[in-house]
């Protein structure tokens, strides 16, 4: 759940939660106000660096020899560059203190304009033939440090981007107002403009009744906008149908792996593998957490509803940081916490946000909110394996090039998150300690990977059934989705209940891109697998050294050649069932220690009864 629930908090645009203004000193180090002459003075730069750019290269890199065309690449990547710090320093502000929306539209917007200019270079770069670009390197040797960029950016099979369609897509990712207003009302389910997104609600609140009324209002409010909902669907669909033509992929899953640099059967082969077992073991679960609750089907609200064990404050410090430790490689890099409500206590709070900035200045982790001390602890041993993914990749290529391929970011943090919760469950002693935190884990993995698969399967069904009629109305759109769940979840949750037709809301990506439950499931499946041979192998060291190879490549390496640092065959199925396994493996542990404490249960006595004319001589 950590990852969907995380990704579905920064994408609200509804949290507006209070901050101290200590916090303002901290958002001092990057830009000293948002009127400040070094913020006005960097947008103002931006803006006139973009035309520069524009006017000397714009139908004219076909004709730069290879010193040019090099010195067009460095001139793009410092417009990215400062874009990037601007982007970030808005959205920390809205984040953390600015209560102003209109400010941050409007910046944004600005900053969007001057990205939708420069999008010529993407276009010409991509009608370059190949030939010509090899001349362009052999005549400049330092050509060679964009390779993996100019495979990223000419990988789509045959067609030409032209800027126009480039400008299509741009305008689509920035578009539908609309939709940020309905987000910001369903964000809201307990009518407080202060509220967390539902699915953050619902894992926050331990109080059943309450989980309830929240999924209530979420369902009337959902049903309520339904027809405009329905409306945003259908355009992501077209949007996304028309990136696909243009790209050349016409599914998220050839998406995926042209973006992740993956064989294309790779999504085929996680998939078989997911929906062979993953389906059996979610049953199961969902069955024992209903027994425990007493019911027969789970309410929504319940099964979207993680219950964090008690952790205490130490445990981060004993337990979880030095195993993060030995899994890790040193990072001698520069990291700034930007704390936006610290509690005092020296816990790490939830990361929500980092961004690499220019020059030698440090990058920066924003933290939000205060979940449970379990929660905390391993959504930031996540957002440190992420980070440390970055940063390594940062350092073996240009920062065009250091974007690491989202699949394997992704499981770098789930790697974290794994390593920190197994050490947890080795050093707990007592046993309804143990099972309470096996449970967790495996909710957590089931819940993101039961939830991908859902929002994957309904995904495609969509789309086979608008291909084929054409249209799609209200009502197929829910059958799809509750059927989709009913395949991942199993028996044990109540699909009648009202609102959870309309779910599909909350879940991300079905409004913006399929292709990251992908991303999602690839990161938590290898990730699995790697913790799989780690417990598995006579060498943990060994294996720790592999994950650490592994994250020194950064992005020096791409796709396959990149797992092969983990001794990790992406091809071969049986890696995918050994990642599936790792939670097979952890239910029979959960079962397990079920039937130890309810052997060691004592059993109670009935009170013996008072004979009647009082106590006996």
């Known amino acids: 759940m950590g990852a969907l629930a995380g990704r579905s908090a920064e994408r609200r645009y509804a949290m507006k939660t209070e901050r101290p203004a200590s916090h303002l000193q901290s958002l001092k180090d990057i830009f000293p106000g948002k009127t400040s002459g070094e913020f006005r003075t960097a947008m103002s730069q931006l803006k006139k660096d973009v035309k520069a750019f524009r006017d000397n290269y714009a139908e004219g890199i076909a004709d730069l020899d290879g010193q040019g065309l090099l010195t067009a690449f460095q001139q793009y990547e410092s417009i990215l ?10 959205d920390l502000r809205h984040i953390t203190v600015e209560k102003n929306d209109d400010w941050a539209r409007k910046t944004q917007k600005k900053l969007n304009d001057a990205a939708r200019d420069t999008l010529f270079f993407k276009s010409e770069i991509a009608a370059l033939p190949e030939f010509e670009l090899l001349d362009r390197m052999a005549e400049e040797p330092k050509l060679a440090a964009y390779t993996p960029w100019l495979r990223l950016h000419r990988s789509y099979s045959g067609t030409v981007y032209e800027e126009e369609v480039e400008c299509y897509l741009h305008d689509q990712a920035h578009k539908h107002p609309d939709l940020k207003d309905i987000w910001a009302k369903l ?16 894992r926050e609140e331990s109080d059943p009744d309450k989980r309830r009324d929240i ?15 329905m409306q945003l669907l259908s355009n992501r669909m077209r949007s996304t149908g028309a990136e696909a033509a243009i790209r050349g992929f016409d599914t998220p899953e050839k998406a995926f792996t042209a973006q992740s640099q993956t064989p294309e059967d790779v999504p085929h082969k996680m998939m078989k593998a997911l929906t062979g077992k993953l389906p059996q073991i979610a049953a199961k679960f969902y069955k024992r957490k209903a027994q425990q609750a007493g019911v027969p089907r789970l309410h929504p609200a319940d099964l979207l509803h993680i219950p964090a064990p008690e952790t205490k404050e130490e445990a981060w410090e004993k337990t979880a940081q030095p195993a993060l430790e030995k899994l890790f490689p040193k990072n001698d890099g520069t990291l700034k916490v930007l704390d936006g409500q610290n509690s005092g206590s020296g816990t790490p ?11 030698d200045r440090p990058s920066y982790l924003c933290l939000d909110g205060t979940p449970a001390p379990l929660e905390r602890m391993i959504l930031t041993a996540g957002g440190i394996g ?34 920190a919760l197994d050490a947890l469950i080795d050093a707990a002693n007592d046993p309804a300690e143990k099972r309470d935190l096996i449970a967790y884990q495996i909710e957590r993995s089931l819940l993101t990977l039961s939830l991908s698969a859902a929002v994957t ?7 086979d059934l608008s291909e084929k009629q054409g249209t799609l109305s209200v009502d197929e759109a829910k059958k799809l989705w509750k059927a989709s769940l009913q395949n991942a979840f199993g ?8 609102g959870l037709d309309m779910l599909w809301v909350e879940a991300p990506y079905m409004l913006s891109d399929t292709a990251d439950a992908l991303q999602d499931m690839f990161g938590l499946t290898l990730a699995a697998k ?8 006579s060498d943990p060291a060994a294996e720790n050294k592999k994950f650490a190879d592994f994250l020194a490549a950064g992005s020096s390496k791409q796709g396959k050649p990149l797992l092969k640092t983990l001794g990790i065959d992406i091809t071969d199925e049986q890696t995918w069932q050994d990642g599936v396994s790792l939670l097979e493996k952890r239910l029979e542990q959960l079962t397990a220690l079920d039937k130890q404490l309810a052997a060691d249960k004592p059993v109670q006595k009935p009170a013996a009864q008072k004979k009647k004319g009082g106590p006996s001589a």
């Open 530 to 537: 790697l913790m799989h041979d780690r417990k598995d192998s």
């Open 81 to 90: 560059s400062q874009a990037g710090a601007l982007h970030s320093y808005v």
């Open 187 to 202: 964000a809201a389910p307990v009518s407080d403009g202060n509220a967390a997104p539902l699915l953050q609600a619902l």
């Open 215 to 229: 999924f209530a209002k979420f369902a009337a409010e959902a049903e309520e906008d339904t027809e405009t909902l």
């Open 491 to 498: 028996p044990a949750v109540d699909y009648d209940a009202p």
């Open 386 to 419: 992420r980070d440390i993914q970055r940063d390594h990749a940062a350092k073996n290529n240009t920062p065009l090039t250091a974007k690491p391929l989202p699949g394997f970011e992704t499981l770098a943090g789930h790697a974290a998150e794994f390593a």
């Open 457 to 463: 399967a309904c995904d495609r069904a969509l789309n």
């Open 349 to 359: 709070l939830r990361p929500m946000k980092l961004f690499i900035m220019p020059d």
